[in-house]
């Protein structure tokens, strides 16, 4: 189930509106109204909570962080929290943590995780459903709010929906994109509008493979 889903199906359950949602929450109406539809009316980008948006979602929702984990499939996090619920506080408690590796170049035929890829290992919170991580380069997703040198959370699936965010190796070079498949055509496209589409098709296909889906992001800045 989606967040926006399991919002909606609550609210219907015990007939509360957006705005008195918003109030259980701490959060705004319009926040909430964004995770409903799923992205930014203003810049139709999708809305990435960070971990105290969604620690008030669930409080909404009145469920444990961690049950609201289990209902929802492969939340999007914002892990470089802004106006963090906490900030009043001297000690923070830090989530479970596990080592993924952090992926350097991709050598083309190598196994992903090959040893020879595997530039150093990293910590992520254990709830986050990811497998490795990418060290972006360039500013071609800035506006995800992806730049250059922030690490990205990688999902392993061969496959992701259009419009997803995914680890895309072409060749011997991972790169991070939007994905849209129509056909036998592929499309990946930045979030930067300086940067043109890339599209691929027919035997172009066979030098491309899809690694997995982006979940999350640290940012530097």
């Not at 810049?43 to 990435?48: C, E, M």
């Not at 049950?67 to 939340?75: A, P, Y």
């Not at 992926?103 to 254990?126: K, R, S, V």
Request: glycine share 6%; with cysteine.
């Amino acid at each position: 189930m989606k967040l926006s889903d399991l919002i909606i199906s609550y609210r219907k359950e015990h007939n509360l509106s957006q705005r008195k949602f918003a109030e259980l929450s701490g959060l705004s109406n319009g926040y909430i109204s964004m995770l409903e539809k799923g992205k930014n009316p203003n810049t139709n980008l999708p809305i990435t909570p960070t971990l105290p948006q969604l620690k008030k979602i669930a409080q909404g929702l009145k469920m444990t962080l961690n049950e609201l984990f289990n209902c929802v499939d492969d939340i999007d996090i914002a892990l470089n929290a802004e106006n963090d619920i906490y900030t009043a506080k001297n000690i923070l408690p830090m989530p479970k943590m596990r080592k993924i590796p952090l992926l350097g170049t991709i050598a083309c035929g190598e196994p992903i995780l090959a040893a020879e890829n595997i530039e150093d290992n990293i910590d992520l919170p254990e709830f986050i459903k990811a497998d490795f991580a990418l060290r972006c380069k360039g500013d071609s997703m800035i506006e995800a709010h992806i730049n250059d040198g922030d690490v990205v959370y990688i999902k392993q699936q061969p496959v992701v929906d259009n419009g997803q965010i995914a680890a895309v190796l072409i060749g011997d070079e991972a790169t991070l994109k939007k994905v849209y498949l129509s056909g036998d055509t592929l499309t990946l496209v930045a979030c930067n509008s300086a940067f043109a589409p890339l599209v691929y098709s027919g035997t172009e296909l066979e030098t491309i493979q899809i690694l997995g889906k982006a979940v999350a992001y640290t940012s530097i800045i």
